[in-house]
């Protein structure tokens, strides 16, 4: 099947904003893919690349070789071509994956060059989510969707799920199983403004447990082996012999474990997230570390022990198994009530011993692996900060010709300027996105051909975030935590945006 045939597929479910039309568009395509193509065409489609990442930037493609006229590459060719991309490694491999990328874009057309710009950058955004592409396949295979989403559960990468019921059918999906050492996509939650309306989606009593701000973990052990796989389903067994040690003095030597590990203070209380995730990403000098930034772990849920699988047990079921298999002290503290009192007092503690949140759980629901479960409700204290929009980046995809990554400043009181705490795009909808182009290039101070536009420090936004930490990468030495666009407030002048003191009062 030629990419051609996907770019034209993607651009009419762009274009069709009915979920069952999409359904159809993308299902017609799929009962035509060949079955050594199916997993790539899944992939593709579903905004997802087969490599993960391919290790190219999106400074690598501001500047493509002209279209071809006529298409003619095959989906297998461009994925050999992705995959040699990412292949590339150590000396002269910058030089050689720019080279690569140019012959990939050299053989492709217009629409087919716009297809993949946006599939690379992440911003296919056609509305094939995995809800519609679930139903797709199932259309294209003559499968029911509920045996799609129960492959899913267990296999945890739709791509391949996806592929197994194109090529085999009912009989390939029912071939998955919950293997322990290979990762299922956890379970994941809601989330709801503020805790009386989780409790009042819960509909009763509850699970309440504390939201940390950790690396999301997944623990398999079979006898003396021991597997630690993340939420993106990467191993990082090697980065956390913590938690490996903490497994295996277990008496249980068969089961699955969702958790939590946390890098925390000699006082009990959290590092913030950033240090966490410095330590589990890194691969150098691991004794060290875990000296000098020792990690802990919590479980909280149970997806099999003693060998019997779990997941389509309500969470008062896996939570009882799950206590009886792991020591207090390594259990995410949970409160059980529906008395809104309790609950708020048990919030509180969290936040005050620094953690993000908490989920509320009901005590009835399997486990939805991969999916944003009713079940799960998360509820955090959300921030917000008004601050200053010093330059801006013109956009890429669907954002093309569009400014809109932000640059964003906090007021610094001493010097009259701005220091900048990080960027973003998220929030943005059409018409802001329209509204900003026109109103940035009236306060720009640059040439407004170049990548980055600065701008006179005048326009005031409400920026959300999740949290603040501390980062070399911008003059401020620290930065936002999905920081998201709420509004402009042209109602406020610069003189009255948030200082950098009050963001470094943020900081954990």
């Known amino acids: 099947m030629l990419l051609i045939d996907l770019a034209r597929t993607s651009a009419a479910v762009a274009a069709d904003s009915a979920r069952l039309a999409k359904i159809r568009h993308l299902a017609d395509l799929l009962s035509r ?16 690349l087969p490599q993960r990442q391919i290790g190219v930037g999106y400074a690598s493609l501001r500047e493509l070789p002209d ?44 629409q087919e060059q716009s297809f993949l710009l946006r599939l690379l950058g992440g911003e296919l955004r056609q509305g094939a989510l995995n809800g519609v592409m679930i139903e797709a396949v199932a259309k294209a295979s003559g499968v029911p969707a509920a045996e799609v989403r129960r492959a899913l559960t267990l296999r945890g990468w739709l791509p391949a799920v996806g592929a197994a019921a194109l090529v085999g059918g009912v009989e390939a999906l029912r071939s998955f199983h919950l293997e322990v050492g290979r990762p299922v996509a956890p379970m994941l939650a809601q989330s709801a403004p503020n805790l009386p309306a989780a409790l ?29 796989f993340t939420r993106t389903l990467d191993d990082i067994t ?39 995730a ?50 207090s002290d390594l259990l995410i503290p949970r409160l059980v009530t529906a008395d809104p009192d309790e609950a708020a007092t ?45 330059a801006a980046e013109w956009g890429h995809g669907r954002r093309q010709g569009k400014l809109s990554n932000l640059h964003l400043g906090a007021r610094d009181p001493e010097t009259g300027g701005f220091v900048m705490l990080g960027k973003t795009f998220k929030g943005l909808t059409d018409d802001l996105l329209n509204w900003q182009t026109e109103h940035f290039l009236t306060l720009a101070t640059g040439p407004s051909d170049e990548w980055v536009v600065p701008l006179r420090p005048e326009l005031v936004v409400e920026i959300a975030f999740d949290g603040v930490q ?29 200082t950098i003191e009050t963001v470094r009062s943020l900081l954990l």
């Open 67 to 110: 279209p071809r006229q006529i298409a003619s590459a095959t989906l297998t060719e461009v994925d050999d071509l992705l995959s040699r991309i990412k292949a590339q490694a150590g000396p002269g491999s910058q030089a050689a994956r720019k080279e690569l990328v140019a012959q990939l874009f050299r053989s492709l057309t217009r």
């Open 346 to 390: 048990f919030y509180s503690d969290a936040l005050r011993r620094g953690h993000e949140g908490i989920v509320a759980k009901s005590l009835t629901t399997p486990y939805a692996a991969g999916r944003r479960g009713a079940g799960w409700i998360k509820v955090k204290p959300r921030h917000t900060l008004d601050l200053v929009v010093l």
């Open 238 to 276: 090697a980065q956390v012999p913590e938690l490996v040690e903490a497994a295996l003095g277990l008496h249980a030597d068969d089961l699955v474990l969702d958790g939590e590990v946390i890098a925390v203070r000699p006082d009990g209380r959290p590092e913030p997230f950033q240090v966490t």
């Open 200 to 228: 009042l989606k819960l509909g009763g009593p509850g699970a309440l447990e504390w939201k940390l701000d950790g690396i999301r973990v997944q623990t398999h052990r079979s006898g003396d082996r021991v597997r630690v």
């Open 33 to 48: 893919v060949e079955p050594h193509e199916a997993e790539i065409a899944v992939a593709y489609l579903s905004g997802e």
């Open 470 to 498: 501390r980062s070399p990468r911008y003059p401020g030495g620290m930065a936002l935590r999905f920081a998201r666009v709420l509004r402009y407030r042209p109602d406020k002048p610069p003189t009255e945006a948030d």
């Open 278 to 327: 410095g330590r589990v990403a890194s691969k150098l000098d691991v004794e060290r570390l875990r000296e000098t930034t020792p990690l802990r772990v919590f479980f909280f849920d149970a997806l099999r022990v003693h060998g019997k699988d779990m997941l389509d047990l309500p969470d008062a079921e896996r939570h009882a198994a799950l206590e009886q298999a792991v020591p």
